[in-house]
């Protein structure tokens, strides 16, 4: 099991310059206007988070964001930096066309979560899992039972398996913290991205009304919670450009404090 960056005393953000945060500040926030504050300051990287490829395999970095908040697309957008990318949510959508898997959605929740070809009904099958009611939770439970373990495998092997020829392995999972996958990574970073861009990203990408993207984040961690569990904060609120250079940047750091 991977080594989790222990947990300091947070300080609220300082959102008019996105600089870094101080020595005891569990989240740091990232800006490459000012990044140069911090090299300046005399306290480096690895005093806080020693890069874990230095002793093991390929270091393992969890992304966090709200729903529709763009992460998936900031971390593609970064140049320069080999990674290996685990989908978690493309792997839990391939997972549904799975024999063993349909079987036991089809025994939790009938006939009614299949089409008439036999694949699995995905709009009513989240009809049943998200919302805030008992019934919506329990079949979630269920949901997630029938399918996060062969996720949790799917994510193992390919952390097992990553070439040692790219620089860091990234875990792209929409339910990163409820899965309990952050125990694989050695960081975490929380893409912030405000709530009426992801509104609007939603409705255009997805058809979805605020009403769909409220009810979807009731099932997950809150937007507080997960920034809170996060390592470092990359500002999504401008041009998906600026939120990579800032990705680019935390991972260049930290990748830099080690080789392997």
Known sequence: MRRRIPSAKSTPPHRSSHSFATANSKRTHFDVSTSHKFFRSGFALTDRFPNPAASR??????????????KSSVI???TGIQFHIIDADRTGH?????????????????????????????SQLAKRVFGDSPEHEESRLALNEIIHPA?????????????????????????????????????????????????????DNRGWSAEELAKREASQWSIEAKKERADFVVDNSGSIDHAAAQMKHVLSSLLSTGSR
């Open 57 to 70: 395999q390929t270091p393992v970095v969890g992304i966090l964001g709200g729903v529709g908040s763009g």
């Open 76 to 78: 593609r957008q970064v």
């Open 94 to 122: 391939e997972l549904l066309d799975n024999p063993e898997i349909q079987t036991a959605l089809r025994s939790r929740f009938g006939d009614d979560v299949f089409k008439h070809d036999g694949a699995v009904d995905r």
């Open 151 to 203: 996720i949790r495998r799917n994510i193992n092997t390919e952390i097992d398996s990553a070439s040692r020829d790219v620089d860091a392995v990234i875990l792209d999972a929409a339910l990163l913290l409820e899965g309990g996958w952050d125990a694989k990574c050695d960081w975490l970073i929380f893409v912030d991205t405000p709530l009426a861009i992801r509104q609007e990203r939603v409705r």
